[in-house]
């Protein structure tokens, strides 16, 4: 496909693309004005945009043809379009980089209209060339390969670096403003919207006109979708960063042919970026064919917070790391360096300072990891990631202890149900209770209702087991056990029975639950001992011949029955205890387990350094 001129006014174009000599009519009257016909011969209109039409002239002068901007008639009121015209040609012409295309001379037409002339380029914008390698197109394939784009962007990250350290800032870096040609030549236009800002500007000698109207409430400076989120608010002050998103933006496009922002209403597109556009997430997703490092700076580059964003001149140099392929240059090396640097004194603040949701340490692992991506050599960086790895912080980061507090939580319910069946497993024991042949019925009710309130109690702490709830069921459970005193006294099968019942509640507690489930359990045994002794309730122990004669209050005890009940309660706690503290042990294997397969992971990732060693570390 042939290249078309196109215009260099592309902010508020009709979109239409570029128009070619021999489709647009020219006005041979406004050609040959009087202002530049003895040395301009005029040869056909390039294109218009919103505020200025380029036409193409040839320099009887210098005998070279030469693109010459004029603002448009209908324009000739506002002073602002005079100020940003005026603008563009001022910041154009001292931007002398060759991604810029070079201002020659500037005037006035008779009739007032501003001109200036300057190079005339020829090649394709992004905006032109994406969509076509997007569809699959093999003849834009076959020209415009990847790496020809990337390095087309390098070189336009560094013409925006360069006018950064003039104090410009473009504002409206997108696919239209940069063309690339068939003999290697970038170019990066329209400077309409440029502000400036600092000490850059005026070592230039920059006296450009104001532009009020640009910070003005609800005006939007810049093309939505490549807009940074924060200079889409009113009033906001331009800013390099705002220029590097945009840069993230376009460099998002030729990585994923699809845009960061899509198409919409202008509403839509700005909540999208300010809301973010996941683009880690979604350059994460296509790992297999984006290069790690030009997805994560690409990603930084995108993101909503401006102090995480590299500059125009960082974000050109990683893509040219890429393009040049030496995992062991000099350049690359230093790099790694200075990231291991911040990843020393961030591991240094986070062990001496306060880091409570280990975003310190967080930061320190990024570095390392960073730098092992530009020099996977770099012993340094290996050994302070494994000294973050074998050390970690003091505190449970919020993610690991939100982790760990879901998985508690899932252990407890699990161990709250079994508890729960195992009170419920006491009608079992209903057989053998009415064949002894009952004393009272209404005992019988008691002990069983006290079983399945404990039950119950669990079963509702299982549905949500929050603190309370938890503490709750737990005393409830213990305190059910009471009227077991009733069957062989306190001090026989209760004992036995709240042993039973304590492993599963005291598996997952903290220490100040283990003594409240303490203190429950030893007065359900001591307080029906103390009340038998005080008289207020029958005595199920008297002595006699310095032997103890048990007297149930619930059932008639002859020798068979007294035996096997003895035996199927004492066998039913031991299964019973078997059976949780089994449970509890199979989680905490699984835990530990997966603990170890962790570590073994980890220690895959540093050469040197074994599981064991982290282990040994850890525990230390």
Same mark, same amino acid.
């Given at each position: 496909?042939?290249?078309?001129?196109?215009?260099?006014?592309?902010?508020?174009?009709?979109?239409?693309?570029?128009?070619?000599?021999?489709?647009?009519?020219?006005?041979?009257?406004?050609?040959?004005?009087?202002?530049?016909?003895?040395?301009?011969? =005029?040869?056909?209109?390039?294109?218009?945009?919103?505020?200025?039409?380029?036409?193409?002239?040839?320099?009887?002068?210098?005998?070279?043809?030469?693109?010459?901007?004029?603002?448009?008639?209908?324009?000739?009121?506002?002073?602002?379009?005079?100020?940003?015209?005026?603008?563009?040609?001022?910041?154009?012409?001292?931007?002398?980089?060759?991604?810029? +295309?070079?201002?020659?001379?500037?005037?006035?037409?008779?009739?007032?209209?501003?001109?200036?002339?300057?190079?005339?380029?020829?090649?394709?914008?992004?905006? &032109?060339?994406?969509? %076509?390698? $997007?569809?699959?197109?093999?003849?834009?394939?076959?020209?415009?390969? &990847?790496?020809?784009?990337?390095?087309?962007?390098?070189?336009?990250?560094?013409?925006?670096?360069? $006018?950064?350290?003039?104090?410009?800032?473009?504002?409206? #870096?997108?696919?239209?403003?940069?063309?690339?040609?068939?003999?290697?030549?970038?170019?990066? #236009?329209?400077?309409?919207?440029?502000?400036?800002?600092?000490?850059?500007?005026?070592?230039?000698?920059?006296?450009?006109?104001?532009?009020?109207?640009?910070?003005?409430?609800?005006?939007?400076?810049?093309?939505? =979708?490549?807009?940074?989120?924060?200079?889409?608010?009113?009033?906001?002050?331009?800013?390099?960063?705002?220029?590097?998103?945009?840069?993230?933006?376009?460099?998002?496009?030729?990585?994923?042919?699809?845009?960061?922002?899509?198409?919409?209403?202008?509403?839509?597109?700005?909540?999208?970026?300010?809301?973010?556009?996941?683009?880690?997430?979604?350059?994460?997703?296509?790992?297999?064919?984006?290069?790690?490092? #030009?997805?994560?700076?690409?990603?930084?580059?995108?993101? %909503?917070?401006?102090?995480?964003?590299?500059?125009?001149?960082?974000?050109?140099?990683?893509?040219?790391?890429? #393009?040049?392929?030496?995992?062991?240059?000099?350049?690359?090396?230093? %790099?790694?360096?200075?990231?291991?640097?911040?990843?020393?004194?961030?591991?240094?603040?986070?062990?001496?300072?306060?880091?409570?949701?280990?975003?310190?340490?967080?930061?320190?692992?990024?570095?390392?990891?960073?730098?092992?991506?530009?020099?996977?050599?770099?012993?340094?960086?290996?050994?302070?990631?494994?000294?973050?790895?074998?050390?970690?912080?003091?505190?449970?980061?919020?993610?690991? %202890?939100?982790?760990?507090?879901?998985?508690?939580?899932?252990?407890?319910?699990d161990s709250l149900w079994s508890s729960a069946v195992a009170r419920f497993s006491w009608l079992a024991y209903l057989p053998v209770v009415m064949w002894a042949g009952l004393k009272d019925v209404r005992l019988l009710v008691l002990l069983l209702g006290s079983a399945a309130i404990g039950g119950l109690a669990q079963m509702w702490a299982h549905q949500k087991p929050t603190r309370g709830r938890v503490? @709750?069921?737990? +005393?409830?459970?213990?305190?059910?056990?009471?009227?077991?005193?009733?069957?062989?006294?306190?001090?026989?099968?209760?004992?036995?029975?709240? @042993?039973?019942?304590?492993?599963?509640?005291?598996?997952?507690?903290?220490?100040?639950?283990?003594?409240?489930? @303490?203190?429950?359990?030893?007065?359900?045994?001591?307080?029906?001992?103390?009340?038998?002794?005080? =008289?207020?309730?029958?005595?199920?122990?008297?002595?006699?011949?310095?032997?103890?004669?048990?007297?149930?209050?619930?059932?008639?005890?002859?020798?068979?029955?007294?035996?096997?009940?003895?035996?199927?309660?004492?066998?039913?706690?031991?299964?019973?205890?078997?059976?949780?503290?089994?449970?509890?042990?199979?989680?905490?294997?699984?835990?530990?387990?997966?603990?170890?397969?962790?570590?073994?992971?980890?220690?895959?990732?540093?050469?040197?350094?074994?599981?064991?060693?982290?282990?040994?570390?850890?525990?230390?």
């Open positions: 496909m042939a290249n078309k001129d196109v215009s260099l006014e592309t902010a508020g174009a009709s979109g239409d693309g570029p128009l070619d000599v021999e489709n647009h009519p020219f006005d041979a009257d406004t050609a040959q004005h009087a202002a530049f016909a003895p040395r301009y011969e =005029g040869r056909g209109v390039l294109g218009e945009g919103g505020m200025g039409e380029v036409r193409l002239y040839f320099d009887q002068r210098m005998g070279r043809e030469v693109a010459m901007k004029v603002l448009l008639p209908r324009c000739a009121d506002s002073k602002e379009m005079h100020a940003r015209f005026e603008r563009e040609a001022l910041v154009q012409g001292r931007l002398e980089h060759p991604v810029v +295309v070079p201002v020659y001379e500037k005037g006035h037409t008779s009739s007032g209209l501003p001109w200036f002339t300057m190079k005339r380029i020829r090649g394709e914008t992004l905006e &032109q060339i994406l969509p %076509r390698l $997007a569809a699959g197109d093999p003849e834009t394939k076959r020209r415009f390969p &990847q790496h020809q784009l990337l390095r087309a962007f390098a070189q336009a990250c560094r013409a925006v670096d360069f $006018a950064h350290s003039r104090g410009v800032i473009h504002c409206d #870096l997108k696919p239209s403003n940069m063309m690339l040609g068939d003999f290697g030549e970038v170019y990066v #236009l329209d400077w309409g919207l440029a502000q400036w800002r600092g000490d850059g500007a005026r070592s230039m000698d920059l006296e450009l006109p104001p532009l009020p109207e640009l910070n003005a409430p609800g005006r939007l400076v810049g093309t939505p =979708g490549y807009v940074a989120p924060e200079q889409a608010k009113e009033g906001a002050e331009a800013a390099p960063s705002g220029d590097v998103y945009s840069l993230g933006a376009i460099l998002f496009e030729i990585l994923m042919h699809e845009r960061l922002v899509e198409r919409g209403p202008l509403r839509e597109q700005l909540k999208a970026a300010r809301n973010g556009t996941r683009a880690a997430a979604r350059l994460g997703a296509r790992r297999d064919t984006i290069p790690a490092e #030009l997805a994560e700076v690409c990603a930084d580059a995108a993101r %909503r917070t401006v102090s995480a964003r590299p500059s125009a001149g960082a974000l050109a140099e990683t893509v040219e790391l890429y #393009l040049a392929g030496d995992q062991r240059s000099e350049e690359r090396q230093h %790099r790694a360096a200075e990231h291991v640097e911040r990843a020393q004194a961030a591991a240094h603040e986070a062990r001496e300072g306060d880091d409570p949701h280990g975003q310190k340490h967080r930061r320190a692992i990024h570095e390392t990891i960073r730098a092992l991506r530009l020099d996977a050599n770099n012993i340094a960086a290996a050994e302070t990631l494994a000294g973050l790895l074998i050390d970690p912080p003091h505190t449970l980061p919020y993610e690991a %202890r939100t982790t760990l507090e879901e998985e508690t939580s899932r252990w407890l319910k503490d @709750l069921a737990a +005393v409830i459970l213990m305190v059910s056990v009471a009227p077991t005193a009733m069957v062989l006294g306190p001090l026989w099968i209760t004992p036995i029975v709240a @042993l039973a019942a304590m492993p599963v509640v005291v598996a997952f507690a903290d220490a100040r639950r283990r003594l409240l489930v @303490l203190a429950s359990g030893a007065l359900t045994i001591a307080l029906p001992a103390v009340f038998e002794w005080r =008289g207020w309730i029958p005595e199920s122990y008297t002595f006699v011949d310095g032997g103890m004669l048990v007297r149930s209050q619930l059932m008639q005890l002859d020798a068979t029955t007294t035996h096997l009940l003895v035996l199927i309660l004492s066998l039913g706690a031991l299964v019973t205890s078997l059976i949780l503290v089994g449970r509890a042990r199979d989680i905490f294997l699984r835990s530990t387990m997966r603990h170890h397969l962790e570590l073994w992971q980890l220690a895959q990732l540093i050469p040197g350094i074994r599981a064991k060693d982290i282990g040994r570390r850890k525990q230390s």
